[in-house]
């Protein structure tokens, strides 16, 4: 405090500690007993194990095990191909991730340098460090406070609570009530006692919850392992199967491991995890512009998997900001579109209150309780926010739930209906008019406060003075709903995507704004924290409907909440501004956090943070990451079948007992993969969402099901590797060799640059092909995706490149086809986008729907269509 409490100020409570506090020997005992006010540091990986793990996860690890068994084979460049794109991958997924998990060095943040104690019988400031238990601190408005303390004298104190316990409004505590660590003073003056200091405190102990609460696998790392492990093995089979067909072919064991391995690279994609990395930081960046920025790359796609959101109230679907929406007087309710006819109530309600708008630095600003700050808002628009000369102040407090002034010779009084009301002098019928008033206005979820007046005598006291008062009227403010938040709502529910209200606000008010936003559902099941059972399996089946509201939650509740409905089987998006939100937004699949208003500790535990604090915000997000899941399978398909264009030359080659020679060399393989194919596959990844993401329920399945295997394996990998097996055996025909000869070397480079040129031509048809899973290339807008139409065209100049620049074509070991063997390569295009075609016209038909172009289906579109 800067000074001492003036006499005539109420609401004082006289419980007074040793006006001399701590002496400094007993301080620096205390201190070296219990340890310095901080909160416990958590240990942090090093920074080259973090980026170790990004080169030792399991296909990292297939990858070095290729590059190892090239080096041994002879062929180094293949190795250090290899070895580059793991590099590539893992430096750039570190870089992403580097900056997570922060959340407990921020939580310390929290604690203040310096702070205001009496020691050794006078005022002085020590760092927040050393705080003590015993110590005496003096508070004020503005500060942050340090410890958890029993207050001991109250002078209209304020306290803003809601980074631990999300309620909006601030609490008005009295003389031996608790205040905690990490809150902090709005209004008024104080002398309290530290109860707890660093580990002990309960912002500890919240602390210890969020970095405890483990973030889980997304569903995207899941479903990519799944894949990954799938190819591995089959990969590695496949390869030792022709090992072993080549011994029985008696071929050198050398050359026999060489073709083994070229089968083996040409089963693992090894452009997937890059096209995936890069894809997924494209839609973060996206998201950014949105005002969504994802903190975790892999939190794009797992957004588009959430089945369950979890939304605070305050802030995300409401503004955070009290606004007068209605007054009633005796003489009738007042038209706030005219906001003069309000000048004579709030010319009383400004005068009893403290809080103010004003302008700092440039910025308006709220100073002080909020519902007086919107007070002197609408007094602004109503031009009566003159200063008036108040002689007296009785602050609010707890008990009197009213706060009054004398100025210009009258008593202003603003406080609680209940509280301000018996003090009228009103007729009976003005009293049940006020009344029925009052519960209209309660019932719209409405913050109500009552205002009267009259003429006050000189040296009254408060309870002399407060008496056969005048109504003036009732005033009733609320947090409105944000714009667009009622059409974000219906879009989840349109989506299948189940919300909940998580609030530590009241109640009454949270019903009331679930249910003018259209949160609240057909139930309008309504809970507090401590209506919630203790059994998690109980907990998620309760919770398991679509617009519940759980208020008066505790950050323990929050994480039990995350916990109950993953464990029944959902994705959970959670959202956050404060302290309290940590645990919770760790253990939830996606954590959400406010940009705006959140806390530090709040935007370090999520996944994703909303830069304008929006719930619409995170419907576009939402819209985002499930049109990242639809381009990952597109480019997925993409790379599969190349893969199987890739694999036929050596399994004709096995099947003919090395009578056709192979069509591709091992290093030609790799020049698909990672060469011609990745532009393609990245702009696939960028296709823009289709109008029906956000129709029907998430696909939260695996990556590869039976429709894309059969598209892949079924449809156009046989396409593609038709026409390139044809073109290359006509290409051989055609400069003279028969079955079971040794071609000349030069026709056989002609004939695999043919093989060579045949995929690529197919691959740009399948680029087109895999833009959509039910409508052909044909029906689709060429502008649709411009970075195609520049990828594809990077394709056919790598074509070139790769076949026509001497000593990569001899290195990789094929050249420019023959006339005849561009014609025939050509036919690849015809082939691939025919195939695909057929396909889904057939595949229309089956579902009942009309033919190409508009396909329809029974069953839910996947996102992108």
């Known amino acids: 405090m800067t000074g001492d409490p003036p006499d005539d100020v109420a609401g004082t409570t006289a419980a007074r500690p040793e006006q001399a506090g701590l002496d400094s020997a007993e301080a620096a005992r205390r201190l070296a007993a219990d340890g310095p006010n901080r909160l416990p540091a958590r ?33 180094p460049q293949l190795a250090v191909a290899i070895v580059v794109v793991v590099l590539f991958n893992g430096v750039f997924a570190f870089a992403q991730e580097y900056r997570a998990d922060q959340a407990g060095r921020r939580l310390r943040e929290l604690i203040p340098a310096d702070v205001t104690v009496r020691r050794d019988g006078r005022r002085t400031v020590v760092r927040a460090a050393d705080l003590v238990a ?13 410890a958890d303390l029993r207050l001991a004298e109250v002078h209209a104190l304020a306290v803003n609570e809601s980074t631990l316990t999300g309620e909006s409004v601030p609490v008005r505590p009295r003389g031996g009530d608790a205040v905690l660590a990490g809150t902090f003073v709005v209004e008024g003056q104080a002398e309290a006692v530290v109860t707890a200091t660093g580990a002990r405190t309960r912002l500890a102990a919240i602390a210890t919850l969020t970095q405890a609460a483990t973030r889980p696998p997304s569903p995207l790392a899941r479903r990519l392992g799944t894949v990954i492990k799938i190819i591995a093995v089959i990969a590695l089979g496949v390869g030792t199967l022709f090992f072993a067909l080549t011994l029985l072919l008696g071929m050198a064991p050398a050359d026999g491991f060489l073709l083994a391995l070229g089968v083996t690279v040409a089963l693992v994609p090894e452009g997937l995890l890059p096209t995936v990395t890069l894809s997924l930081a494209r839609a973060a960046r996206s998201m950014a512009s949105r005002n969504a920025l994802v903190r975790h790359l892999e939190a794009v796609e797992t957004l588009g998997s959430a089945t369950f959101i979890c939304t605070d109230k305050t802030g995300t679907l409401t503004r955070n900001e009290m606004t007068v ?14 906001p003069a006819s309000a000048a004579d109530i709030m010319r009383s309600a400004v005068a009893c209150s403290t809080g103010r708008l004003v302008r700092t630095d440039g910025a308006v600003k709220g100073i002080g309780d909020p519902m007086e700050v919107a007070l002197h808002a609408l007094a602004l628009h109503a031009g009566a926010a003159q200063e008036a000369a108040v002689t007296r102040r009785f602050p609010f407090d707890p008990v009197r739930r009213r706060a009054s002034a004398v100025a210009d010779g009258r008593l202003h ?8 009301l018996p003090l009228c002098g009103d007729t009976p019928q003005s009293r049940r008019a006020a ?3 009052l519960e209209a206005m309660s019932e719209r979820g409405l913050r109500v406060l009552a205002v009267a007046r009259r003429d006050a005598p000189a040296g009254e006291t408060s309870e002399e003075v407060e008496r056969d008062l005048t109504l003036v009227g009732l005033v009733g403010l609320e947090d409105p709903p944000r714009d667009g938040v009622t059409e974000a709502i219906a879009t989840c529910r349109r989506a299948g995507i189940k919300l909940a209200m998580i609030t530590g606000d009241h109640p009454g008010t949270a019903r009331a704004i679930a249910a003018k936003v259209g949160l609240l559902g057909p139930d309008s099941l309504v809970l507090t924290g401590r209506d919630l059972p203790a059994d998690d399996d109980a907990l998620g089946a309760l919770l398991d409907h679509d617009g519940a509201v759980i208020a008066r939650v505790t950050p323990e ?37 406010m940009g705006a208003s959140g806390t530090d500790v709040a935007r370090e535990a999520a996944d994703v943070v909303l830069l304008d604090d929006h719930f619409a915000t995170i419907v576009t997000a939402v819209e985002l990451g499930r049109a990242t899941y639809a381009n990952i399978r597109r480019f997925l398909t993409y790379h599969l079948t190349d893969n199987v264009a890739e694999l036929t030359p050596f399994l004709v080659w096995a099947i003919s007992g090395g009578t056709v020679p192979l069509a591709l060399s091992v290093l030609q393989v790799l020049a698909l993969d990672i060469g011609t194919d990745l532009l393609p596959a990245l702009a696939l990844g960028a296709e823009p969402a289709s109008p029906r993401t956000m129709d029907g329920p998430a696909r939260t399945g695996a990556l590869l099901d039976r429709r894309l295997l059969m598209r892949v394996f079924g449809v156009l990998g046989p396409a593609q590797a038709t026409v390139e097996m044809s073109a290359f055996t006509a290409v051989l025909a055609l400069g003279g060799w028969a079955l079971g000869a040794d071609p000349d070397p030069t026709l056989l480079a002609a004939a695999s640059g043919t093989a060579f040129a045949a995929v690529v031509l197919g691959q740009l048809a399948n680029a087109f092909a895999c833009r959509s899973q039910t409508r052909w290339a044909g029906n689709l807008p060429w502008r649709g995706n411009r970075l195609l139409l520049g990828a594809v065209a990077s394709e056919a100049v ?31 295009i015809p082939a691939v986008i025919g195939a695909d075609a057929l396909h889904k016209a057939v595949r229309s038909g089956r579902a009942g729907g009309d033919a190409l172009p508009e396909v329809r289906s029974r069953t839910p579109r996947s996102p992108g269509g």
């Open 413 to 420: 009084l603003k406080g609680a209906p209940d509280a301000v």
């Open 134 to 146: 015993g110590d005496v601190v003096l508070l004020e408005a503005g500060d942050r406070i340090s």
């Open 798 to 828: 790598l074509l070139l490149v790769f076949l026509g620049v001497p000593p990569l074509s001899g290195l990789l070991g094929g050249t420019l086809p023959p006339p005849a063997g561009w014609a025939l390569a050509a036919l690849a």
């Open 557 to 593: 509740d929050k994480l039990r909440i995350a916990r109950a409905l993953r464990g029944h089987g959902h994705v959970v998006a959670m959202t956050g501004d404060g302290v309290n939100d940590g645990p919770a937004l760790r253990e939830a699949d996606i954590g959400v956090a």
């Open 435 to 437: 009344e029925q008033a």
């Open 325 to 338: 929406v209605e007054i009633w007087t005796p003489a009738g309710p007042l038209d706030l579109a005219a």
């Open 43 to 75: 240990g942090r990986s090093p920074v080259p194990l973090l980026l170790l793990r990004e080169m030792v996860h399991f296909f990292a690890l297939l990858l070095w095990g290729a590059a190892g068994l090239a080096l041994l084979a002879g062929m």
